[in-house]
Nanobody, 120 residues
Framework: QVQLVESGGGLVQPGGSLRLSCAASGNIFSIHDMGWYRQAPGKQRELVATITSGGTTNYADSVKGRFTISRDNAKKTVYLQMNSLKPEDTAVYYC??????????????WGQGTQVTVSS
């Protein structure tokens, strides 16, 4: 059984910062790509940022220069530092991990989501 558990969401004023964390646990042999996605009300889920096991990052144009994705492989955790937050960043944020279990199965797993609300 594999679990991804997110934390760090909340309410913040425009221009503020939040740091999201997502810890993976369970029957994990290795973790490959990890990422953050978000879904605003009435919109499709969209990619925010991804990071490979080697540390190569990719960002949506809308968050470049404001968000930073990082990971701690020893802790099986991915982070999203969000600065200069805007009201349009309001969404449920989901973490995602491609990983291989000790059985040899390679699948994509999702966290349960954490709400980020940017409002004055």
């Amino acid at each position: 059984q594999v679990q991804l558990v997110e934390s760090g969401g909340g309410l913040v004023q425009p221009g503020g910062s939040l740091r999201l964390s997502c810890a993976a646990s369970g029957n994990i042999f290795s973790i490959h790509d990890m990422g953050w996605y978000r879904q605003a009300p009435g919109k499709q889920r969209e990619l925010v940022a991804t990071i490979t096991s080697g540390g190569t990052t990719n960002y949506a144009d809308s968050v470049k220069g404001r968000f930073t994705i990082s990971r701690d492989n020893a802790k099986k955790t991915v982070y999203l530092q969000m600065n200069s937050l805007k009201p349009e960043d309001t969404a449920v944020y989901y973490c995602n991990a491609q990983l291989t279990t000790w059985r040899g199965d390679r699948n994509v797993y999702w966290g349960q989501g954490t709400q980020v609300t940017v409002s004055s």
